[in-house]
């Protein structure tokens, strides 16, 4: 298995823009979170999914952040409009379920300008 | 929520050393995983390790849930052993997962 998929790597964009991730969890995993890490807070979870289904979206941290999971193996993280205070690794991780241990992709680094 | 301490927060190895890193927890978990972030920024599972015994290779784990505290081993670490090791913990509720501080490891060679 390729692991948990992210795209793109890196991003840069201007405030104001809008700036999608994107997430392909393995293949058979029922779980895929969405994570940012930054110096001051640390990783944060914004939001997961149970078999496609958004079940907390508590840590999403305002109206300007979406995400979606259409299929099994795909879900975006959207932000619009980007602000500086956005910039962050953003991580996408997927798990079978709840006695097993998650699979983190490589990240996206989103700086915002 | 549950509260996570990592110890020590830096550590500086020669290549060869052995090293325990620690992570107490305030509270019962029903979930506990090591991670190591390497350089690179990437994020690998270690161990999935709620209680017990854990070996892969040169690292082992052992979590004694009973006394809410795990320990993480590195035996004759290597300069690729270098980056940040967390500790998370968490219950059923995967919104109530949390991650340590970490431990900065450096390997010199």
């Known amino acids: 298995d390729a692991g948990v998929i992210q795209s793109p790597r890196h991003e840069v964009t201007e405030m104001g823009q809008e700036v999608t991730l994107r997430c392909k969890p393995i293949s058979g995993h029922d779980y895929l979170f969405w994570y940012r890490q930054t110096m001051m807070r640390g990783l944060e979870l914004l939001i997961y999914?149970?078999?496609?289904?958004?079940?907390?979206d508590s840590g999403m941290p305002e109206d300007r952040f979406s995400a979606k999971m259409p299929n099994a193996s795909f879900s975006t993280l959207k932000i619009q409009p980007s602000e500086p205070r956005d910039s962050a690794v953003y991580f996408c991780?997927?798990?079978?379920?709840?006695?097993?241990?998650?699979?983190f992709g490589s990240g996206t680094r989103l700086t915002v300008v | 929520g549950i509260q996570v301490e990592q110890s020590p927060p830096d550590l500086i190895l020669q290549e060869g050393a052995n090293s325990t890193l620690r992570c107490n927890f305030s509270d019962s978990v029903n979930n506990l995983q090591w991670f190591h972030q390497n350089p690179w920024g990437q994020l690998i599972n270690l161990f999935y390790?709620?209680?017990g015994t854990k070996q892969n290779g040169r690292l082992s784990a052992t979590t004694v849930a009973t006394e809410r505290y795990s320990l993480l081993y590195i035996s004759s670490s290597q300069t690729t052993d270098s980056g940040v090791y967390f500790c998370?913990?968490?219950?059923?509720?995967?919104?109530?997962?949390?991650f340590g501080s970490g431990t900065k490891l450096n390997v010199k060679p």
């Open positions: 390790i709620p209680s």
């Open positions: 991780a997927s798990t079978p379920g709840h006695f097993y241990g998650y699979t």
């Open positions: 998370a913990v968490g219950g059923y509720n995967f919104n109530k997962f949390y």
């Open positions: 999914f149970n078999n496609n289904v958004p079940i907390d």
